[in-house]
């Protein structure tokens, strides 16, 4: 039986990587986007013409009141298109880089942050379990910025480092089903990320580049096949572990 995953945010960036690399690996995937349909449903023609079934669903990570919906629409797509009631990878991969310094940083920019990257996690992910085959994988996306600090990102890089903690915990909760849940952090890649900060300015490239023991920043393909090779049955015993990507950022 092929194994679908979905993965959030995989419209664009990193999610677009991972969403290719599993493909590319012989799995199916289930594409989500927030306003950008067209490129989602462009990720799903290049996953088909890998040979792999795809289907691309609107998902807001941010607003907890629309995963009820999202899971219903989740339930259709896999009788529709697998002919399952399950399937079997969630990467929450979604979500921003808003920048900003302690002192600037306001009540609405944490909210949002907080929405996304860890509220949005936790409750798509128990809205999702049910529809979640036992022996599944998860990865919650993290960030080399809960290790190495960075002036500006620091409401960015807790609500990452609460993501962490709860990995653990999902991990230690969803054994009894043999659900695996892991951590990726990457460091600095050259995406849109932060409004595309380390792939378009030389000198933010540079910078993160001489901080990193490879002497360069990450591509997407340093990460999405990363991702896809976790969520196989090569690494089936790692479990509730951090794992960062970085090329040795920081060390």
């Given amino acids: 039986m092929n194994r679908i995953a979905i993965v959030t945010g995989s419209s664009r960036g990193l999610g677009r990587n991972t969403a290719l690399a599993i493909a590319r690996r012989g799995g199916d995937v289930i594409v989500t986007y927030h306003s950008r349909a067209d490129d989602a449903q462009a990720v799903v023609k290049e996953i088909e013409a890998i040979g792999r079934k795809a289907v691309a669903l609107q998902l807001d990570a941010g607003d907890v009141r629309t995963f009820g919906p999202f899971a219903d629409k989740v339930r259709a797509a896999l009788r529709q298109t697998w002919g399952r009631n399950t399937f079997d990878h969630l990467v929450n991969n979604a979500g921003h880089g808003d920048m900003a310094s302690l002192t600037d940083t306001t009540e609405a920019l944490f909210d949002k942050m907080v ?91 540079k910078l993160f580049a001489d901080m990193t023991a490879l002497g360069r920043v990450g591509v997407p393909d340093d990460i999405g096949p990363m991702i896809a090779s976790l969520l196989s049955e090569e690494n089936r015993w790692v479990n509730a572990q951090r794992i960062e990507v970085s090329g040795g950022q920081g060390i």
Avoid at 147 to 167: D, H, I, Q
């Fill in 115 to 205: 929405d996304v990257h860890f509220k949005g996690v936790f409750f798509l992910t128990q809205a999702l379990l049910p529809l979640m085959a036992d022996g599944g994988r998860i990865v919650n996306l993290s960030s080399g910025l809960t290790r190495v600090c960075f002036p500006g990102f620091s409401a960015y890089a807790a609500v990452k480092g609460a993501v962490e903690v709860l990995t653990r915990y999902m991990a230690k909760e969803l054994g009894g089903r043999g659900i695996a849940v892991n951590t990726v952090a990457p460091g600095a890649i050259e995406t849109d990320f932060g409004g595309g900060a380390v792939r378009d300015s030389a000198d933010v490239n």
